[in-house]
């Protein structure tokens, strides 16, 4: 291109910008059609009980493979949903299969399914979740919607109502990423959380002794406890880190350690009780 010709300061940067927003514009058309071509899937990760490793139940985790670029992560793509508004309806397809899943398994363990801010402000939000319920025959306390401190930011008052009429439904709620957003300690004690997930960054600095990390993991704990929630250690990829993280009183772990994000019919099978699998083979 004639600028090329110019000198070297556009050479660094500015084909990498280009290719950005090239990628950013062809993932974003690409989304448009992604439930609807069948690209989308979920995995499902196993959250287990800090102590007696007892499954208690499975995040969904949304994935997307392009029929030409191949798996894109959800760290790329669902801000990108977010951003150009497509995140509803992904997001109400998410819903809907997490749940029709969890129906099927065949112990009663939860599922958890991440919620971006923009879906609470949807006004169609809790009949939707109703509704897919109903259709399963899912009982309400087996599904936990995770939300992060994101959704406190912006109509925060309006969060908090949504979030009242998904309790009332007998949902349980998560609040996401602990410490890493916009924290209101004011919202933490006006919402029921069942759980607040300890964010990785936390538990693998935690890890590498940051006296820190150890420092707020203990907080968040004490906090927790003192508001009758649960604690869920997220990215738990070693023992030693299981043994920390129980001693510092997480009451839940997730990471690869315990298992990585897995495909449906993998999940499943671990909720078929040791018994029947024994008896089946
Ligand atoms: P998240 O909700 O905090 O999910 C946990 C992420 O940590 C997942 O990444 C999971 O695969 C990863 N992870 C779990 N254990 C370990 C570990 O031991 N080590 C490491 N290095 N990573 C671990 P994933 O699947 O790439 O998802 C990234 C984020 O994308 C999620 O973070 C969540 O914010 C978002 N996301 C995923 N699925 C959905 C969805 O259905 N809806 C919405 N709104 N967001 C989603
Ligand atoms: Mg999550
Ligand atoms: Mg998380
Ligand atoms: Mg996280």
């Known amino acids: ?28 058309i690409a989304l448009r059609n992604a439930v609807g071509n069948d690209e989308m899937h979920l995995q499902y990760q196993p959250v287990v009980d800090a102590d007696s490793g007892k499954l208690t139940g499975f995040e969904a985790l949304l994935r997307w493979t392009h029929p030409e ?31 029709a899943e969890a129906a099927r398994w065949e112990t009663p363990v939860r ?26 025959g899912l009982p309400p306390e087996r599904l936990e919607l995770e939300v992060t401190e994101g959704v406190f930011m912006r109509q925060g008052t309006v969060a ?36 607040i997930k300890v964010d990785r960054s936390f538990v693998q600095a935690a890890s590498r002794g940051a006296k820190e990390a150890i420092a707020i993991i203990r907080a968040v704990v004490a906090l927790a406890d003192s508001l009758g ?21 997480c009451t839940k772990v997730q990471g690869y350690y315990f298992g ?13 009780p040791k018994t029947s699998a024994a008896a089946a083979a």
Request: proline share 6%; aromatic share 6%; glycine share 8%.
């Open 1 to 28: 291109r004639s600028k090329d010709a110019g000198g070297g300061v556009f050479h660094a940067y500015e084909p990498q910008l280009h290719l950005a927003a090239e990628e950013r514009r062809v993932l974003e």
């Open 160 to 195: 908090v109502q949504v979030l009242e009429k998904i309790l009332d439904l007998g949902i349980r709620l998560s609040l996401d990423d602990f410490g890493t957003g916009y924290s209101s300690l004011g919202y933490l004690s006006r919402t029921r959380f069942s759980s």
């Open 69 to 99: 670029l191949g798996p894109v992560s959800p760290a790329k793509f669902v801000p990108l949903a977010e951003d150009a508004r497509l995140i509803g309806p992904i997001g109400e397809w998410v819903l809907r299969a997490a749940i």
């Open 229 to 249: 929630m649960a604690t869920t250690a997220e990215g738990v990829e070693t023992e030693e880190e299981h043994l920390m993280v129980r001693r510092l009183g």
């Open 111 to 136: 599922v958890a399914v991440n919620v971006s801010p923009e879906q609470l402000h949807n006004p169609n939000f809790v009949s939707v979740v109703a509704q897919a319920l109903n259709q399963s």
């Open 260 to 272: 990585r994000p897995l495909p449906a019919h993998e999940a499943h099978a671990l909720t078929v």
